[in-house]
């Protein structure tokens, strides 16, 4: 095994996994911290929920295909895949135990105080029992299917994240206890309605009368479990006829995957447990014995109460001044560059208003839009079927392998091509992760070029969820750059030359290793050190960037990297990384926006777009990456990196191995998100006002 990875020890580089986990401890944290507002807390219960059933199904369910297949390549870090697995298992547990404790018994009693009582079934009064017995019986009961496993009835398939109950059950005393599966329904009410105020977990209703599915038996045990399976998994492209056909193949594979955690009711018998290892095939360490109720995910029900003294204050995205009073999103880009910020700024109002407008426009001859993400009833991609209906040329690059959105995504491609449009699927090779939209326009003897370049999809709700920043210009050099890009979509080809983006594959990651080495030398040219980076994005990852990190910051390089989650690299290490600090940001949005700035000695240089520095967006992903050089635009990037900087409410200040401490907010608190809540709220009051 070499001990070097790009010149450096590996012990210069974390575990991805494991880095992976103390972001989900940074998420967990704003559920413990009781100084939020308590449905706050609720929704951050429910995050990590949904948070860590996608690192088992991914990142779990990865490692253990690379032992099943005998990998034993260490990481960078010089970790095996067993290795990693153990210790993701161990580290997930105690997280798991500290979020059940935190609903049991600090949420579930906090909320009972303010008049919100989640209790069994047991805890109802007999008038109560009665109603929700009838309840049961004509809404809930014609839906269960018991599915007995014995010598005449094979194990049921247990469904990914299905609650579900195991029942033992006996007909004589002294007999052998059979088992069997009942599925709780995830198309009813998880909490069940008593009063407005009190309300039961489905499965606590179903349990307390499970004799009526279960009749002339006694019944010995009834407990809730749920799995979890492996969402890794893989068919060869080279041999799918097509990409549809592969990712079909997927979805389907993807029920009966490998088993990766069981998660049961504390207290379950242990003839259900034996049987549950047995037939789901897991070992004792990837069983997870927690108290009720399990999958706090549906939890989030309970933030759509009408309670705003138990929220933050609700935030309204707001219109983009330049674009109040203008009857054109096409002619004010083509005047100045925008640069439009979600969710402070409306989606509605900025991204979906450009493409509609793009679709009426009679002078539009072609849009082209690159599709990651988009919303089940995306308005998006009814405004290209309009621009399609009215004689626009129309192509779209709409990515089949957007993990748990293949499904979405299919459908939208039927739909796409049943009104004729030119749509692409992907690449073999290439997972298509740029968020771009290209408008051609015909304006008098010339044809003009709008683009969109973003770092977040075309989502509507995610939209006002996410932090994600967008150009919009008329710059026709990033237009012809885009028209490349397009044609790599519909063709089979790509460029390496661009005349201003960052693309992948392609420029990208010689680009990036540029711009660090020339803050390197700009640090070594001067005395008083001029080299500078702050760098945005989710994920840290790439070995040789890191590397070229540890170069600069020995040179003298002033480093501040802001990165949400994964993050491989050792800040603040003597002799490797003591100029670099890495901070992360968690709070009421998640951050979403990648954003790069280079001091290139006083000429600062801004980037935004979709890559983070992880290897798959450099190498294995299509991304875009765009320059941003309008003064004022710079600004309000400046602005925003400035602002995360001096955050003392949500960041978090990470040390060398790893671990993170919560900035304290002394006596100047200061809040990025609701800054910049506040400061788009500004903006349209002084654009009134002028």
């Not at 008038?127 to 014609?142: A, C, D, I, Q, S």
């Not at 039961?200 to 002339?216: D, K, R, T, Y």
């Not at 004689?391 to 459908?411: H, S, T, Y």
Request: aromatic share 8%; with cysteine; net charge negative.
């Amino acid at each position: 095994m070499s001990e070097k990875v790009y010149g450096y020890s590996r012990d210069g580089f974390l575990n991805r996994e494991y880095s992976r986990l103390e972001f989900e401890r940074r998420v967990l944290h704003e559920a413990l911290d009781g100084t939020n507002s308590l449905l706050y807390r609720v929704r951050f219960l429910s995050i990590f929920t949904k948070n860590l059933d996608e690192f088992f199904m991914k990142r779990i369910g990865g490692l253990k295909q690379q032992m099943d297949a005998g990998v034993t390549e260490p990481t960078p870090d010089g970790l095996t895949p067993e290795e990693q697995w153990r210790g993701s298992l161990e580290k997930a547990r105690e997280m798991m135990q500290k979020h059940a404790s935190c609903y049991t018994e600090d949420i579930q009693p906090s909320l009972a105080d303010e008049g919100i009582n989640i209790v069994n079934y047991d805890e109802l009064t007999e008038g109560e029992r009665k109603e929700t017995r009838k309840y049961f019986e004509e809404t809930v009961l014609p839906t269960l299917t018991p599915l007995t496993f014995d010598p005449a009835h094979p194990f049921p398939f247990i469904s990914n994240l299905s609650l579900s109950l195991a029942v033992l059950t006996r007909e004589k005393e002294g007999e052998e206890p059979k088992f069997s599966r009942v599925k709780v329904p995830g198309n009813i009410p998880r909490l069940v309605d008593i009063d407005g105020q009190k309300y039961v977990p489905l499965e606590s209703v179903i349990e307390a009368n499970i004799q009526l599915l279960f009749p002339h038996v006694d019944v010995i045990d009834c407990s809730s479990f749920r799995v979890t399976r492996n969402a890794e998994v893989r068919r060869n492209e080279e041999v799918a006829e097509d990409l549809i056909d592969m990712i079909e193949e997927v979805l389907r594979q993807r029920r009966f995957a490998t088993v990766v955690r069981l998660e049961v009711e504390k207290g379950i018998h242990e003839k259900s447990l034996l049987v549950l290892k047995d037939q789901l095939g897991v070992e004792d360490t990837e069983v997870y014995r927690l108290p009720f109720p399990l999958d706090l995910g549906n939890l989030e029900e309970a933030t759509d109460l009408d309670r705003p003294d138990l929220k933050p204050e609700s935030h309204n995205p707001q219109p983009h001044p330049r674009l109040v009073d203008k009857e054109s999103v096409l002619d004010e880009t083509n005047r100045r560059d925008m640069l439009l910020h979600h969710p402070y700024h409306s989606f509605d109002e900025t991204v979906q208003r450009f493409l509609d407008e793009a679709a009426h426009d009679p002078d539009v001859l072609a849009i082209k839009l690159a599709i990651y993400r988009t919303a089940p009833d995306s308005e998006v991609i009814e405004s290209i079927i309009e621009a399609a209906q009215n004689g626009k040329q129309v192509a779209v690059m709409v990515e089949l392998k957007a993990r748990f959105d293949e499904e979405n995504n299919l459908r939208w491609v039927e739909r796409l091509e049943e009104e004729g449009i030119h749509v692409a699927y992907g690449t073999l090779d290439y997972k298509t992760h740029t968020k771009t939209a290209l408008v051609v326009r015909q304006e008098g003897d010339e044809v003009r070029l709008y683009s969109h370049i973003s770092t977040g999809n075309y989502h509507s709700e995610t939209a006002k969820r996410y932090t994600d920043v967008g150009l919009l210009t008329a710059d026709q050099d990033i237009g012809q750059d885009l028209v490349k890009v397009f044609n790599f979509f519909t063709g089979h080809s790509y460029h390496d030359d661009y005349r201003k983006l960052l693309v992948a594959p392609g420029n990208m990651r010689e680009r990036v290793i540029e711009l660090i080495r020339r803050e390197a030398e700009h640090a070594d040219d001067d005395e008083e050190g001029e080299g500078r980076i702050v760098a945005k994005m989710n994920r840290l990852e790439d070995p040789e960037i890191i590397a070229e990190l540890y170069d600069a910051s020995k040179a003298g390089v002033e480093i501040d990297l802001i990165v949400r989650d994964i993050c491989r690299l050792r800040p603040g290490v003597e002799g490797l990384s003591e100029n670099i600090s890495v901070h992360s940001l968690v709070g009421r949005f998640l951050e979403h926006s990648r954003i790069f700035r280079f001091g290139n000695g006083g000429e600062t240089e801004h980037y935004i777009g979709s890559a983070d520095w992880m290897t798959r967006n450099l190498d294995s992903r299509v991304e875009a990456v765009t320059p941003v050089e309008d003064e004022g635009l710079c600004e309000e990037l400046d602005f925003i990196l400035d602002a995360t900087l001096r955050d003392t409410e949500n960041r978090w200040i990470m040390d060398g191995d790893g671990g993170y401490e919560k900035v304290s907010s002394g006596d100047d608190p200061f809040d990025t998100q609701e800054v910049l809540i506040e400061r788009a709220r500004d903006a349209l009051r002084e654009d009134k006002n002028e």
